[in-house]
Structures are given as C-alpha cells and as structure tokens.
C-alpha cells in the first residue's frame, strides 16, 4: 500500500488535467517520480481513469479490467479484491498495475463511495487523513 501512495498517487505536482479531474486519491501528496504514470499521456489518464471508474462501479470481486493505449504503450489492470462497508459506506480494495516507460508497477489502494456517488482514496494504516 505504502508504494502505491508514493508511487501512482495522482495528488503530485506532474500532473496532466485530465488528473486533476478525479478526486479519487484525496489528500494524498506523493509524486509520480520513478513510476509508471509518470510517463502517462492525456489518453492514458483517460483510459486510466476511465476503467478506474468502471471497476469501482460495477466489476464483481475478482475480476480484472484492464486498459491499454496502443499509441503510448501503456497500459494498466484494476481488480477488486475485496468489497467492505466501512462506516456505513461501500467501499472496495482495489489491486492496480499499472506500466509506461518501461516502468511497472503492482500495488494496491481501497476507495470508498461518498455521498455525492464520488470514489475517494481511504487512508491505510498509519496515514494520515
């Protein structure tokens, strides 16, 4: 968990526009130095994003939804591990790989809903909110 909030955080400062869209990764401020999505274009967010989004809204536990952008060569797999309520509200343990550059990178994060229907990145254990 520790690898993926310093590595495929998207709160950092080499961010496209089409990352800051999502708030899914919260107060995070780690960089993407050193990790796949710091070579990610605009049409990898996208696609990122994108299947991010469908596999926290509808892909039963298990099952893996994977992206790739031809162009860039990068490409990225999202699979639920596990689904939980925590304090009343949905929320799903997500394992991400993610590759660009040469780079890749396996690690795992869990999101919750929020009230407006939104995913946001939880804390793990130790973090701080």
Do not use: H
Request: charged share 25%; hydrophobic share 35%.
């Amino acid at each position: 968990m520790r690898s993926f909030l310093f590595g495929l955080s998207l709160a950092g400062l080499s961010l496209s526009q089409s990352a800051l869209a999502i708030g899914y990764w919260g107060d995070y401020s780690a960089t993407l130095w050193n990790t796949p999505s710091e070579y990610f274009t605009p049409q990898d967010w996208e696609m990122f994003e994108g299947t991010l989004r469908k596999t926290l809204d509808s892909a039963p536990d298990g099952q893996a939804n994977a992206w790739s952008n031809p162009t860039s060569k990068a490409s990225g797999e999202f699979t639920v591990l596990k689904s939980i309520q925590k304090n009343d509200r949905d929320c799903r343990e997500v394992k991400i790989i993610a590759s660009a550059g040469g780079l890749r990178r396996v690690t795992g994060i869990a999101f919750c809903k929020e009230d407006d229907n939104s995913w946001k990145a939880i804390p793990g254990k130790g973090r701080k909110k």
